[in-house]
């Protein structure tokens, strides 16, 4: 079970640092991310962790602003977002497991979290 928290209201230029608290199983070893999703669109993935070599990727939309980082001790995957914009509003949900996690593309799941809302107001 995967369940996010840290979503809100924050105006433009704010800050927010989403958690993701896992249970039933570890990150380690697997690769995990998030991925957002507007009201009548697919989900789209924003970042990851490769679980090859640790590498992390990001969405070129949120390259530079948002930080994704994992602490597998307390089994729990963070993602800190900077300089938020109104068109970052949407759900965000964790993932893992059964990902594809690369430079070119961050897609698929085995496992995810129900979605913690974050709204940027202009």
């Known amino acids: 079970q995967l369940v996010e928290s840290g979503g809100g209201l924050v105006q433009a230029g704010g800050s927010l640092r989403l958690s993701c608290a896992a249970s039933g199983f570890t990150f380690a070893g697997k690769p995990r991310g998030w991925f957002r999703q507007v009201p009548g669109k697919q989900p789209e993935g924003i970042s990851c962790?490769?679980?090859?070599?640790?590498?992390?990727y990001y969405k070129d939309s949120v390259k530079g602003r948002f930080t994704i980082s994992s602490d597998n001790v307390k089994n729990i995957l963070y993602l800190q977002m900077d300089s938020l914009k109104p068109e970052d509003t949407a759900i965000y949900f964790c993932?893992?497991?059964?990902?594809?996690?690369?430079?070119?593309?961050?897609?698929?799941?085995?496992?995810r979290g129900q979605g913690t809302q974050v709204t940027v107001s202009s």
């Open positions: 962790i490769n679980s090859r070599d640790g590498s992390t």
């Open positions: 993932a893992a497991a059964g990902m594809y996690c690369t430079h070119y593309a961050i897609d698929g799941w085995d496992y």
